[in-house]
């Protein structure tokens, strides 16, 4: 679970420091440099966050049966967590070229650039959520892509109904019989977040395409609805339904990197 380090904790550090430049910046309106803390970390941290969304697909993939899905697990990862880091990059340099602006205008497209950012990783979780779908889909109705390989790796907690019991072993069974309830707990919070997390990419796209001086931007109101509490809602359920709970895999020999 190191994984969760560079992703879902850094993500949520984000999330702080920027909240607290939004406190800084009401209490001195005028202070730049609290203004882009907040801008910059509270646009940028979900990006660590939908990362950690996208090895968790890939992990239950590797569990339930990587001949249901059209991408094989670490083809998957690697597909996803780039995009993320396309938007990630993106978004920060438009940060960069926001708080470094001297005028309305630079700092304009700064925010532009952020924009961009935020639809490149808009656009990468509507892939997934079709990708996922897709999976599901072909698992439920057992339509395989390609046949199954030596076996996938399932835990016998799992199973057996256990929860804390992570031994592995090979499992000649159906897909459907590996989609568990511990693998179906987790991709009901993965749902969960994924919802939330693309209601916080939409508003931020409409707040930014707005104008720093827009109607959008300045109703408080919204920001604490429409990106406080979705990211809030995200990681809290992404905490009640832990990776380290539902899909733990022992010494990791069969995760994906």
């Known amino acids: 679970m190191w994984w969760l380090f560079p992703t879902m904790v850094t993500g949520g ?3 702080i420091i920027g909240w607290a430049g939004r406190t800084w910046s009401s209490r001195n309106y005028a202070n730049d440099n609290a203004f882009y803390m907040n801008i910059c970390c509270t646009i940028i941290a979900p990006s660590f966050m939908t990362a ?10 590797n569990l339930v049966g990587a001949e249901y899905s059209r991408l094989k697990p670490r083809t998957y990862s690697i597909l996803f967590i780039s995009a993320d880091l396309v938007a990630l990059v993106v978004q920060a340099v438009g940060g960069a070229a926001a708080a470094s602006a001297e005028t309305p205008e630079g700092s304009e497209r700064g925010a532009n650039i952020m924009v961009a950012g935020i639809i490149v990783q808009m ?9 996922q779908g897709d999976y599901l889909w072909r698992v439920l109705t057992e339509r395989p892509v390609r046949p199954s390989s030596s076996g996938v790796v399932t835990p016998r907690s799992d199973i057996e109904g256990a929860s804390n019991n992570l031994t592995l072993e090979k499992e000649a069974v159906s897909g459907r019989a590996r989609l568990t309830p511990n693998i179906r ?10 919802v939330f997390i693309y209601i916080r990419s939409i508003y931020r796209t409409i707040e930014l395409l707005d104008g720093w001086n827009g109607p959008v931007y300045v109703n408080e109101r919204l920001f604490n609805s429409l990106d406080g509490m979705p990211i809030f809602v995200a990681m809290f ?13 022992g010494k990791e020999r069969n995760a994906v990197a």
Request: with cysteine; proline share 2%; charged share 5%.
């Open 13 to 15: 550090v984000g999330e």
């Open 237 to 249: 359920v992404l905490n009640v339904f832990h990776p380290g709970r539902f899909i733990a895999m």
């Open 123 to 131: 656009a990468a979780i509507t892939i997934y959520c079709i990708i």
């Open 185 to 194: 707990n987790m991709l009901l919070g993965l749902g969960i977040s994924t």
């Open 52 to 61: 950690a969304m996208f090895i968790m697909m890939g992990r239950i993939i």
